[in-house]
C-alpha cells in the first residue's frame, strides 16, 4: 500500500513546510524582539529574543508533522463515516468563539478559541470539515447536482447555512474559501455552471452586507479602490504600501536572505499574511518563480490524486482540499500585490499560523492516504462509471 503513495506530493509539503521555517527565522526578528520586549517590561518573560515567532513555528511544524503522519494512516473511508459529526462539531467551535471568556479577545474579529494555555482558529478546522460533509452531501445527490430544485437550492442553502458564521465573525478570508471550495466542488461533481453563477451571486449578495458591517473592513476596501488618495495610503492603505515597497525592492534577485528592510517594522504582520511580499523582497522575482512553481506542483498532484481516486468520496475530497490550497495560495497573493483586499489570510504553509499549518499538513496527510489507496484499475471503473453522467467530469477522465 505505501509503495503507491505519492512522494512527490509529501516531497514539495515537506520542503515549503521547512522554506516557511527558514523564511520566518528570517522575517520575524524585528517583530518578535518588540513583542518580546513588551512582555519582559509587564514581568511574563525574562529578556527580549529575536527568535519568538521561530520557536513556535518550529513546535507548530513538528505538531503539524505528527499530524500529517496520523492522517496519513488512517483510512480515508474514516473521514465519510463521520463527516456528520466532525461538521457539527465544527460549527460548535465556531459559535463559541462569540462566547465571553472563551474568545482569545485578538485581532479585529471574533475568530480566536482560548482553551487553556492554547489557542485554536476554529474556523481552519471547519474548512476540512466542510470538505468532507459536502463530500458526502454531492455524493448522495448524484444524479440530481444538475437540476435547479434537487441540486442547485439544497446546495446554495447548505453554503448559506455554512458560511453565515463565518460572516457574522467577520472572518471575510475564510468565506472567500469556503465559496471558492464549495464552487469547485459543485462543479465537479457536475453542477449547472449558470446555477453555480446564480450561487456565488447569492453568496455575495447575503454574505458581502454582513462582513461589510465592520467598519475596519470596510476601510480595507476603501484602501484597495483608492489606493492613490494621500490619506488612505499613510493610514488604512499603509500596509500594501508596504508590501508593494518590499516586493519592488527585491528585483529579479532580491537583496539577500536576511536582508529584508521592510521587515524591521515597516511591514505589518511580516511573518504572517505579508510574508510573501518579504519573500520577494529577499530572494527577488527569479528564485521566487521556483516556490511559486511548487506550488503549482503540488496542486497538481493533488488533482491528479483527485483524477485517480478509488471512489466518489475519495474524488470529491481531493478536489476540495486542492482547491482550498490553490485558491488560499492565489487570494494571498493577490493581496500582496494589492490586486485584492486585505483578507488576513495566511500563505499555505509559509505563514506563521499554527491552527493553519495543522489544518493544511492534516489535510495532505489524508490525500496521501486517498493515493495510497488508489489504483489504476479503480480509478478507471470509476470514470466509466461517471463518464457520461456530465461533460465536466470528462475533463477529468
Given at each position: 500500500?505505501?509503495?503507491?503513495?505519492?512522494?512527490?506530493?509529501?516531497?514539495?509539503?515537506?520542503?515549503?513546510?521547512?522554506?516557511?521555517?527558514?523564511?520566518?527565522?528570517?522575517?520575524?526578528?524585528?517583530?518578535?524582539?518588540?513583542?518580546?520586549?513588551?512582555?519582559?517590561?509587564?514581568?511574563?518573560?525574562?529578556?527580549?529574543?529575536?527568535?519568538?515567532?521561530?520557536?513556535?513555528?518550529?513546535?507548530?511544524?513538528?505538531?503539524?508533522?505528527?499530524?500529517?503522519?496520523?492522517?496519513?494512516?488512517?483510512?480515508?473511508?474514516?473521514?465519510?463515516?463521520?463527516?456528520?459529526?466532525?461538521?457539527?462539531?465544527?460549527?460548535?467551535?465556531?459559535?463559541?468563539?462569540?462566547?465571553?471568556?472563551?474568545?482569545?479577545?485578538?485581532?479585529?474579529?471574533?475568530?480566536?478559541?482560548?482553551?487553556?494555555?492554547?489557542?485554536?482558529?476554529?474556523?481552519?478546522?471547519?474548512?476540512?470539515?466542510?470538505?468532507?460533509?459536502?463530500?458526502?452531501?454531492?455524493?448522495?445527490?448524484?444524479?440530481?447536482?444538475g437540476t435547479l430544485k434537487e441540486g442547485f437550492v439544497p446546495f446554495a442553502t447548505l453554503l448559506v447555512v455554512s458560511t453565515f458564521i463565518i460572516a457574522a465573525e467577520p472572518d471575510f478570508g475564510t468565506f472567500?474559501?469556503?465559496?471558492?471550495?464549495?464552487?469547485?466542488?459543485?462543479?465537479?461533481?457536475?453542477?449547472?455552471?449558470?446555477?453555480?453563477?446564480?450561487?456565488?451571486?447569492?453568496?455575495?449578495?447575503?454574505?458581502?452586507?454582513?462582513?461589510?458591517?465592520?467598519?475596519?473592513?470596510?476601510?480595507?476596501?476603501?484602501?484597495?479602490?483608492?489606493?492613490?488618495?494621500?490619506?488612505?495610503?499613510?493610514?488604512?492603505?499603509?500596509?500594501?504600501?508596504?508590501?508593494?515597497?518590499?516586493?519592488?525592492?527585491?528585483?529579479?534577485?532580491?537583496?539577500?536572505?536576511?536582508?529584508?528592510?521592510?521587515?524591521?517594522?515597516?511591514?505589518?504582520?511580516?511573518?504572517?499574511?505579508?510574508?510573501?511580499?518579504?519573500?520577494?523582497?529577499?530572494?527577488?522575482?527569479?528564485?521566487?518563480?521556483?516556490?511559486?512553481?511548487?506550488?503549482?506542483?503540488?496542486?497538481?498532484?493533488?488533482?491528479?490524486?483527485?483524477?485517480?481516486?478509488?471512489?466518489?468520496?475519495?474524488?470529491?475530497?481531493?478536489?476540495?482540499?486542492?482547491?482550498?490550497?490553490?485558491?488560499?495560495?492565489?487570494?494571498?497573493?493577490?493581496?500582496?500585490?494589492?490586486?485584492?483586499?486585505?483578507?488576513?489570510?495566511?500563505?499555505?504553509?509559509?505563514?506563521?499560523?499554527?491552527?493553519?499549518?495543522?489544518?493544511?499538513?492534516?489535510?495532505?496527510?489524508?490525500?496521501?492516504?486517498?493515493?495510497?489507496?488508489?489504483?489504476?484499475?479503480?480509478?478507471?471503473?470509476?470514470?466509466?462509471?461517471?463518464?457520461?453522467?456530465?461533460?465536466?467530469?470528462?475533463?477529468?477522465?
Amino acid at each position: 500500500m505505501f509503495r503507491r503513495i505519492d512522494l512527490l506530493l509529501l516531497g514539495l509539503t515537506v520542503v515549503l513546510t521547512l522554506f516557511g521555517l527558514a523564511m520566518i527565522a528570517s522575517v520575524s526578528v524585528f517583530e518578535s524582539y518588540q513583542l518580546t520586549l513588551r512582555l519582559t517590561e509587564q514581568g511574563t518573560m525574562n529578556a527580549p529574543t529575536n527568535a519568538f515567532y521561530l520557536l513556535r513555528s518550529f513546535k507548530h511544524v513538528l505538531i503539524g508533522f505528527s499530524v500529517l503522519g496520523i492522517t496519513t494512516l488512517i483510512p480515508y473511508h474514516f473521514w465519510e463515516r463521520h463527516a456528520r459529526t466532525f461538521y457539527f462539531l465544527s460549527l460548535l467551535l465556531l459559535i463559541a468563539v462569540f462566547i465571553p471568556g472563551l474568545n482569545a479577545g485578538w485581532g479585529t474579529s471574533n475568530s480566536w478559541l482560548r482553551i487553556g494555555p492554547l489557542s485554536l482558529q476554529p474556523s481552519e478546522l471547519f474548512k476540512l470539515a466542510f470538505i468532507f460533509y459536502l463530500a458526502v452531501w454531492l455524493q448522495k445527490r448524484e444524479q440530481l447536482i444538475g437540476t435547479l430544485k434537487e441540486g442547485f437550492v439544497p446546495f446554495a442553502t447548505l453554503l448559506v447555512v455554512s458560511t453565515f458564521i463565518i460572516a457574522a465573525e467577520p472572518d471575510f478570508g475564510t468565506f472567500l474559501i469556503l465559496c471558492g471550495i464549495a464552487s469547485v466542488m459543485f462543479f465537479i461533481a457536475g453542477g449547472n455552471i449558470f446555477h453555480l453563477l446564480l450561487g456565488g451571486g447569492l453568496a455575495g449578495a447575503l454574505g458581502i452586507p454582513i462582513i461589510l458591517q465592520k467598519e475596519y473592513i470596510r476601510a480595507r476596501f476603501m484602501a484597495f479602490l483608492l489606493p492613490n488618495d494621500p490619506r488612505i495610503a499613510e493610514t488604512i492603505g499603509f500596509q500594501i504600501k508596504q508590501a508593494l515597497i518590499a516586493i519592488g525592492s527585491g528585483g529579479a534577485f532580491g537583496v539577500g536572505y536576511g536582508k529584508s528592510i521592510q521587515k524591521f517594522g515597516y511591514l505589518p504582520e511580516v511573518q504572517a499574511d505579508m510574508v510573501f511580499a518579504a519573500m520577494a523582497e529577499e530572494l527577488g522575482f527569479l528564485r521566487l518563480l521556483i516556490v511559486l512553481g511548487m506550488y503549482v506542483m503540488l496542486i497538481e498532484r493533488g488533482f491528479r490524486i483527485a483524477r485517480n481516486a478509488p471512489d466518489r468520496f475519495g474524488f470529491l475530497v481531493a478536489a476540495g482540499i486542492s482547491s482550498w490550497i490553490g485558491v488560499q495560495t492565489a487570494v494571498n497573493i493577490a493581496v500582496n500585490l494589492g490586486i485584492f483586499p486585505l483578507t488576513g489570510l495566511t500563505l499555505p504553509f509559509i505563514s506563521y499560523g499554527g491552527s493553519s499549518l495543522l489544518a493544511l499538513l492534516a489535510s495532505i496527510g489524508i490525500l496521501l492516504n486517498i493515493s495510497m489507496h488508489s489504483t489504476e484499475e479503480a480509478a478507471l471503473a470509476r470514470r466509466e462509471r461517471k463518464r457520461t453522467a456530465s461533460p465536466v467530469l470528462r475533463l477529468f477522465s
